[in-house]
């Protein structure tokens, strides 16, 4: 017997809270550390962040690869995800990230970065896993 679906299904599993404290008041707290969803859905990665009261917001950006001697590229830079994702912060605590139309190849570590008038600061990877679409479920 096979069951078809009327609408779409949405599934989406996460996983703990994850903190990056840092140094004199610098700290990066997502909703989720690990998220698992479907092929073609869309999932916001939650996250806030403090900095010294007395720093001031230069940027602040999402990004998945960091290369040790190079600042990482913020993902809104990147022409694969341009249409393709959103952020959502207010530049002042919260910095959450929209990502529509998920791709097997959206599967990454992605991390928050602040940069402020007196120093920067990175949280540690959410982890995203994509998997394949679920159009029918059969016995």
């Known amino acids: ?18 903190v990056d ?3 004199d008041g610098w700290s990066v ?9 479907l092929k073609g859905s869309t999932v916001n990665i939650s996250c806030s962040y403090t900095y010294p009261s007395d720093h001031e917001i230069k940027n602040t950006f999402w990004f998945i690869k960091w ?8 993902l809104s830079s990147v022409s694969r995800y341009e249409g393709h994702i959103e952020y959502l912060g ?34 540690s990877p959410v982890s995203l896993t994509v ?3 679920l159009s029918h479920i059969s016995h």
């Open 90 to 123: 207010d530049k002042k605590s919260e910095g959450s990230l929209r990502i529509t139309d998920l791709r097997l190849s959206d599967s990454a570590g992605y991390r928050f970065r602040l940069i402020t008038s007196g120093g920067k600061f990175a949280g």
């Open 1 to 18: 017997m096979a069951l078809r679906t009327a609408g779409s299904v949405l599934v989406v599993f996460l996983w703990s809270v994850a």
């Open 29 to 37: 707290t997502y909703t989720h550390q690990s998220i698992c969803t």
């Open 131 to 133: 998997t394949g679409n």
């Open 67 to 74: 290369e040790s001697d190079m600042d990482p590229e913020d």
């Open 21 to 23: 404290l840092g140094q």
